[in-house]
């Protein structure tokens, strides 16, 4: 895919830095007076500038295939930490003796370095990466995963906590390969 190109200019990346694509119109009026450009040169150049920073189909089959590996790694992971877990095969164990239950330290290094993903991702979806249309979608995505998961963690439901991790991490493996799909257009 490729990028779009435009001019530099300091005068209108001002203009961008301060409103984006969408000034107001005695904005776009009094900057096309001061560069000697039409009114329509000044948001041309404003919709290339924005086009500069988009994410092209390449961008986002990436960034879900860092995905798509990420909760895949998690899954075996969680598999693999879960397996020997009574309350995997028989959720009732769960809510045994609770709320006086050991966390073991596979757990807790699971439960941490989903934590800890999540987070991780979190801080360039609000600051670094460019605005996509799920952006709003992703961050309150990450911060309830974060609050459900440190409420979980407070409350001591390690047990039913890991068992829904990992089965979020199981579908979300399934839904970035789809994504991937798209990107590629291979729908089916």
Not at 21 to 44: C, D, F, H, Y
Not at 87 to 100: A, G, N, V
Not at 109 to 135: E, H
């Amino acid at each position: 895919c490729k990028r779009h190109t435009f001019t530099p200019n300091p005068v209108l990346e001002n203009v961008f830095s301060k409103f984006g694509m969408n000034p107001i119109g005695t904005e776009i009026k009094s900057t096309a007076t001061q560069l000697g450009w039409s009114e329509r040169q000044v948001e041309r150049w404003l919709r290339q500038r924005k086009s500069v920073d988009a994410y092209t189909k390449y961008d986002k089959f990436l960034l879900s295939g860092y995905e798509c590996l990420s909760h895949t790694f998690f899954c075996i992971f969680g598999s693999v930490v879960m397996y020997n877990k009574p309350y995997l095969w028989d959720i009732s164990l769960c809510w045994t003796k609770y709320p006086h239950h050991a966390i073991d330290s596979d757990v807790w290094w699971y439960y941490m370095l989903v934590a800890g993903w999540f987070w991780s991702n979190l801080v360039p979806y609000m600051f670094l990466l460019p605005s996509r249309k799920d952006k709003s979608q992703t961050i309150i995505h990450h911060f309830c995963t974060i609050f459900l998961m440190t409420f979980s963690w407070i409350c001591n439901f390690i047990k039913i906590g890991t068992l829904v991790i990992l089965v979020h991490e199981v579908t979300d493996i399934f839904i970035m390969a789809a994504k991937m799909c798209v990107y590629t257009k291979k729908n089916t």
